[in-house]
């Protein structure tokens, strides 16, 4: 059962302000915490960078709501911080890398088996199996750059093999962009998807411009422009999938909505008491962040919020590992490529496309070079060498006893 948004009242937004104490708690640990604490901080501190970047999109062209805006993004950007900061100096950011594309692999492969509209989940597997790759190639690199194993971070939730490779993933834009789904049609839990995974890319994309010219390593930095250009990609395909004839208002309130079903998820899901206790009073705060919108909903708009959230949101996503799924999705659908708005075999891909490849491709691949002979093995390359140290001593012991 999914539960009753307009009967929970929340906590009002002037109650909502932060200190700095609170918004700096202590971080999680990379090696105790579950990897799925981290995928729930992960994707909710994406979440609210989402409500942040569109509230400041709806400022500027809506000057008659730029007040109440500022009020609900004081506190979204207070509840980003809080939880981005969850994450802590013990993580490298390469580490955070293979956690990002966690996130991705596992929570696109949930909201995939549980979206209805069958060609929307077909674009979420679609897209999965490009960030399955993406973890193959950045485990690659940390194996050579760290001698780290990225199973250390992933904890066994999710494999670490090629999905569909990076090489192939780049495509004209003419080839991103997607059908939308109809608003006066689409079940509610399809609009709460697209804006989640939407949001999702959209940060990760955010990261790699940053963090990748931070790195010294030129293969490195060219591994996450490559990338990098993939997850704009993803955001020009995701964003296209929801319906432009949304108007400003009716989008705010899906973001607000949307913001309490994943809170709701992760009450539910989460194991540590110390993080459930920020979920479930994030969560009361956007209660009352929804309230204030469908308030300026009905005043802006003359209807009832009810026409666009029902009263009971859907069941929240699973947040477990899907590990299955992604094996059989990379099984039946790696050679699939887009033509158009289209899904179609790599063998039918536009003439733009082919063209594009080539322009990007033309001085090397920089994921196929940092994964060149690379599988993964437990351990990484250190264990691999320490092995081979161990069994090379061993010959020499069992020569000289000769």
Same mark, same amino acid.
């Given at each position: 059962?999914?539960?009753?948004?307009?009967?929970?009242?929340?906590?009002?937004?002037?109650?909502?302000?932060?200190?700095?104490?609170?918004?700096?708690?202590?971080?999680?640990?990379?090696?105790?915490?579950?990897?799925?604490?981290?995928?729930?901080?992960?994707?909710?501190?994406?979440?609210?960078?989402?409500?942040? !970047?569109?509230?400041?999109?709806?400022?500027?062209?809506?000057?008659?709501?730029?007040?109440?805006?500022?009020?609900?993004?004081?506190?979204?950007?207070?509840?980003?911080?809080? +939880?981005?900061?969850?994450?802590?100096?013990?993580?490298?950011?390469?580490?955070?890398?293979?956690?990002?594309?966690?996130?991705?692999?596992?929570?696109?492969?949930?909201? =995939?088996?549980?979206?209805?509209?069958?060609?929307?989940?077909?674009?979420?597997?679609?897209?999965?199996?490009?960030?399955?790759?993406?973890?193959?190639?950045?485990?690659?690199?940390?194996?050579?750059?760290?001698?780290?194993?990225?199973?250390?971070?992933?904890?066994?939730?999710?494999?670490?093999?090629?999905?569909?490779?990076?090489?192939?993933?780049?495509?004209?834009?003419?080839?991103?962009?997607?059908?939308?789904?109809?608003?006066?049609?689409?079940?509610?839990?399809?609009?709460?998807?697209?804006?989640?995974?939407?949001?999702?890319?959209?940060?990760?994309?955010?990261?790699?411009?940053?963090?990748?010219?931070?790195?010294?390593?030129?293969?490195?930095?060219?591994?996450?422009?490559?990338?990098?250009? +993939?997850?704009?990609?993803?955001?020009?395909?995701?964003?296209? +999938?929801?319906?432009?004839?949304?108007?400003?208002?009716?989008?705010?309130?899906?973001?607000?909505?949307?913001?309490?079903?994943?809170?709701?998820?992760?009450?539910?899901?989460? !194991?540590?008491?110390?993080?459930?206790?920020?979920?479930?009073?994030?969560?009361?705060?956007?209660?009352?962040?929804?309230?204030?919108? =469908?308030?300026?909903?009905?005043?802006?708009?003359?209807?009832?919020?009810?026409?666009?959230?029902?009263?009971?949101?859907?069941?929240?996503?699973?947040?477990?590992?899907?590990?299955?799924?992604?094996?059989?999705?990379?099984?039946?659908?790696?050679?699939?490529?887009?033509?158009?708005?289209?899904?179609?075999?790599?063998?039918?891909?536009?003439?733009?496309?082919?063209?594009?490849?080539?322009?990007?491709?033309?001085?090397?691949?920089?994921?196929? +070079?940092?994964?060149?002979?690379?599988?993964?093995?437990?351990?990484?390359?250190?264990?691999?060498?320490?092995?081979?140290? !161990?069994?090379?001593? !061993?010959?020499?012991?069992?020569? =000289?006893?000769?």
């Amino acid at each position: 059962m999914g539960f009753k948004i307009y009967e929970e009242k929340g906590v009002p937004l002037e109650k909502q302000i932060m200190s700095w104490k609170e918004m700096v708690a202590e971080p999680i640990s990379k090696m105790d915490d579950d990897a799925f604490s981290r995928v729930r901080i992960i994707l909710m501190n994406g979440i609210e960078l989402e409500s942040i !970047k569109f509230s400041h999109s709806f400022a500027r062209m809506n000057s008659k709501y730029q007040l109440p805006l500022a009020l609900m993004r004081r506190v979204d950007h207070q509840q980003a911080t809080k +939880i981005n900061w969850l994450l802590g100096a013990d993580h490298s950011p390469l580490e955070t890398t293979i956690a990002y594309e966690q996130v991705a692999i596992e929570i696109t492969a949930a909201v =995939a088996q549980n979206e209805p509209d069958p060609y929307l989940a077909q674009t979420y597997r679609f897209g999965l199996l490009e960030d399955f790759d993406h973890m193959y190639r950045y485990a690659a690199l940390m194996d050579r750059l760290e001698g780290k194993d990225a199973n250390n971070i992933l904890q066994s939730y999710t494999d670490i093999l090629p999905g569909r490779p990076t090489i192939d993933e780049h495509r004209s834009p003419s080839d991103d962009l997607r059908h939308p789904y109809d608003k006066e049609t689409a079940a509610p839990i399809s609009k709460m998807h697209a804006l989640t995974i939407m949001a999702a890319e959209q940060q990760t994309w955010n990261y790699y411009m940053n963090i990748g010219p931070l790195f010294a390593d030129p293969l490195a930095r060219q591994l996450y422009a490559e990338i990098a250009s +993939i997850e704009e990609q993803h955001v020009t395909q995701y964003e296209s +999938i929801i319906d432009t004839k949304e108007t400003w208002m009716e989008k705010m309130l899906l973001h607000k909505a949307n913001e309490v079903y994943n809170y709701y998820g992760c009450v539910a899901s989460e !194991k540590n008491a110390r993080l459930r206790a920020y979920w479930e009073r994030f969560l009361d705060y956007e209660f009352g962040q929804f309230h204030m919108v =469908a308030e300026l909903f009905k005043e802006s708009e003359r209807r009832d919020p009810q026409e666009i959230i029902p009263t009971e949101l859907p069941e929240p996503i699973d947040f477990a590992s899907q590990r299955q799924f992604v094996r059989d999705t990379l099984k039946n659908e790696v050679n699939m490529s887009a033509l158009g708005k289209d899904f179609v075999d790599r063998s039918e891909e536009s003439n733009e496309t082919k063209m594009y490849r080539q322009q990007v491709h033309r001085d090397g691949v920089p994921s196929e +070079i940092v994964s060149l002979n690379y599988i993964w093995t437990p351990g990484g390359e250190l264990n691999h060498r320490a092995n081979f140290a !161990k069994n090379y001593q !061993k010959e020499f012991n069992r020569g =000289a006893s000769l």
